[in-house]
């Protein structure tokens, strides 16, 4: 069964940090790009980031410029999303999918995605 598991969500002040990971089972994430997205109270759920297959694309909505990195380490079948500077704003559950295509492939449109995580709760409050 094909399965992606989010995990290092949790609350955190404005300002710090936290590293979401995605762990792939039942299939290898080496062959799909991993998009993360985001959906706060409320409103619609949103891209956040990508990196393709090859690791060699990645793309970042513009809230995020600067502030949340993505890596992936296929040897562990695994993505990550670091998160620096927090604001309130960022908190959302935030979601892991992936997308088979080419190698450099990394859409930030969510219906190009056919798996995704259960998600993973980030809070960001003083």
């Known amino acids: 069964q094909l399965q992606l598991v989010e995990s290092g969500g949790g609350l955190v002040q404005p300002g710090g940090s936290l590293r979401l990971s995605c762990a792939a089972s039942?299939?290898?994430?080496?062959?799909?790009?991993v998009g993360w997205f985001r959906q706060a109270p409320g409103k619609e759920r949103e891209a956040v980031s990508c990196?393709?297959?090859?690791?060699?694309?990645?793309n970042f909505a513009d809230f995020v410029k600067g502030r949340f990195t993505i890596s992936r380490d296929n040897a562990k079948n695994t993505a990550y999303l670091q998160m620096n500077s927090l604001k309130p704003e960022d908190t959302a559950i935030y979601y892991c999918?992936?997308?088979?295509?080419?190698?450099?492939?990394?859409?930030?449109?969510?219906?190009?995605?056919?798996?995704w995580g259960q998600g993973t709760q980030v809070t960001v409050s003083s």
């Open positions: 990196i393709s297959a090859s690791g060699g694309m990645i």
């Open positions: 999918a992936a997308v088979q295509g080419p190698y450099y492939y990394c859409p930030l449109r969510e219906n190009e995605y056919g798996y």
């Open positions: 039942g299939f290898g994430l080496d062959d799909y790009g």
